[in-house]
């Protein structure tokens, strides 16, 4: 059983800053990308920022130079620095990773339970 935690979501004013945390538990036998998704209210879910086993990233073009995706020192986690946040950044946060289970042969997609993110004064 895998299991992804996201943590650090709230509420921020705009310009400020949040740092969320996503680690992954369970049976894994490798991580192939951990990543953030988003979803806004009436919006379909959008690659924020994803990073591989290697430390390559990709950033959606809307975050580039305000957030910074990162592995934690911690096995199995990663985190999302997000600055000068927008009220457009308001969104449900979501972890993803693509990772094989120990005992699979194949590597599949998890994701966590979201967190949410409220950019507003």
């Known amino acids: 059983q895998v299991q992804l935690v996201e943590s650090g979501g709230g509420l921020v004013q705009p310009g400020g800053s949040l740092r969320l945390s996503c680690a992954a538990s369970g049976s894994i036998f490798s991580i192939n990308l951990m990543g953030w998704y988003r979803q806004a209210p009436g919006k379909q879910r959008e690659l924020v920022a994803h990073i591989t086993s290697i430390g390559r990233t990709n950033y959606a073009d809307s975050v580039k130079g305000r957030f910074t995706i990162s592995r934690g020192n911690v096995k199995n986690t990663v985190y999302l620095q997000m600055n000068s946040l927008k009220p457009e950044d308001t969104a449900v946060y979501y972890c993803?990773?693509?990772?094989?289970?120990?005992?699979?042969?194949?590597?599949?997609?998890?994701w966590g339970q979201g967190t949410q993110v409220t950019v507003s004064s």
């Open positions: 993803n990773a693509d990772l094989r289970s120990s005992g699979s042969a194949a590597s599949y997609g998890y």
